[in-house]
């Protein structure tokens, strides 16, 4: 299941900047936008601050949770497993636990952040 979280965090992020913006040239990646403080690892507070942008950009209608409709790249099991009081929604703090526990499937290293090439599916 974290494995499939983790290719949805990409497909997320891909789908964000789809959103958000067409891509132009120079501009910042997803990953050295989630990589504030520019150092060239992105840490915990940084991940999860980029989730929480990701979070509202995902919640289409504004309700204040993610529908399986918005979140299309999460499989059923993966989406009731991080879905903790079974409302059908992820809400913020679900969301954010199910992608802490991405953070640490994606860090390989075990050190604490996320190297680029420990996400190399961040673009
Ligand atoms: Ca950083
Ligand atoms: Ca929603
Ligand atoms: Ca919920």
Partial sequence: M???LLSSLALALVACAAQAHAKRPGEPT????SDRNGDGVVDRNEFQSRMVDVF???DADKDGGLSP?????VGPSAFRGADMDGDGKLQL???LNARAKDFDAAD???DGVLSKSEVKNFD
């Fill in 56 to 58: 509202y950009v995902t």
């Fill in 69 to 73: 409709e918005e979140l299309p790249s």
């Fill in 108 to 110: 390989s290293s075990g």
């Fill in 2 to 4: 974290r494995f499939v």
């Fill in 30 to 33: 997803s990953y050295e936008a």
């Fill in 93 to 95: 703090p679900e969301f």
